[in-house]
């Protein structure tokens, strides 16, 4: 069966404080692996997706790094507006339930000024 | 609009009655999936739908729980004689196709059960 799991379940951070949320994996054939961002009362934005071990992307403050095992999502600088709860997920496959995509419980994350 | 779009966003229900949440996907996604979250929990997969082929039902939490998509394109998910462990916010996320797992989702419908 495919795991996700994500640590920690809340961090909280000053503003500056750079730090690093983690996704840890079990799954036959990764196809995917996806951060989200959640904000209160919303629904989950996508930020990024990545294929393969050693892929990087960015975007603003965050970047998302991908091992075989695990990737995690470095803040560097962070912001109050960086608040909310990130959401890792993994795709993996032939299909399988959902198309073989499953979530972690996320990280929440607090940033105070 | 350009997005997803679920209806009603509120809805507040007495023990034992139906109800229907709807969701209007981004036009051209052929992938419809129905989460539910509780407070402080992460998402729990209901449904998927894709294309034409047959629903793929396994989260679907009993009997009471269905779900249907007319044409490709609205979906509905009904729950019959609601509980209040059913008291969630259900969310909606469309995709293009089967590969991807780049989902957009909508804002949910928040359902209380009292």
């Known amino acids: 069966e495919d795991q996700v799991t994500q640590s920690p379940e809340a961090l909280r951070l000053q503003e500056g404080e750079s730090s690093s949320l983690n996704c840890s994996y079990t799954v036959s054939g990764l196809r995917g692996l996806f951060w989200y961002r959640q904000d209160p009362g919303k629904g989950p934005e996508f930020l990024f997706t990545?294929?393969?071990a050693g892929e990087e992307k960015e975007k603003e403050r965050l970047k998302a790094t991908l091992t075989k095992k695990e990737s995690f999502l470095h803040i560097t600088a962070p912001k109050p507006e960086d608040s909310a709860t990130y959401l890792c997920?993994?795709?993996?496959?032939?299909?399988?339930?959902?198309?073989?995509?499953?979530f972690g419980k996320g990280t929440h994350l607090i940033i105070q000024p | 609009g350009a997005g997803v779009s679920q209806s009603p966003s509120n809805k507040v229900t007495e023990k034992g009655k139906d109800v229907e949440l709807r969701c209007d996907p981004i036009s051209g996604h052929t992938a419809l999936y129905w989460y539910r979250q509780s407070l402080g929990q992460g998402l729990e997969f209901l449904i998927y739908?894709?294309?034409?082929?047959?629903?793929?039902k396994s989260g679907l939490p009993s009997d009471r729980f269905s779900a249907e998509r007319t044409g490709g394109s609205v979906s509905t998910l009904t729950i019959q004689r609601t509980q209040q462990e059913d008291s969630a916010v259900y969310l909606c996320?469309?995709?293009?196709?089967?590969?991807?797992?780049?989902?957009?989702f909508g804002e949910g419908s928040r359902l209380t059960v009292l």
């Open positions: 996320a469309t995709k293009p196709g089967h590969h991807t797992g780049e989902l957009f």
């Open positions: 990545l294929y393969s």
């Open positions: 739908f894709q294309g034409n082929s047959a629903p793929d």
């Open positions: 997920a993994v795709q993996a496959g032939p299909g399988g339930g959902a198309d073989g995509l499953t």
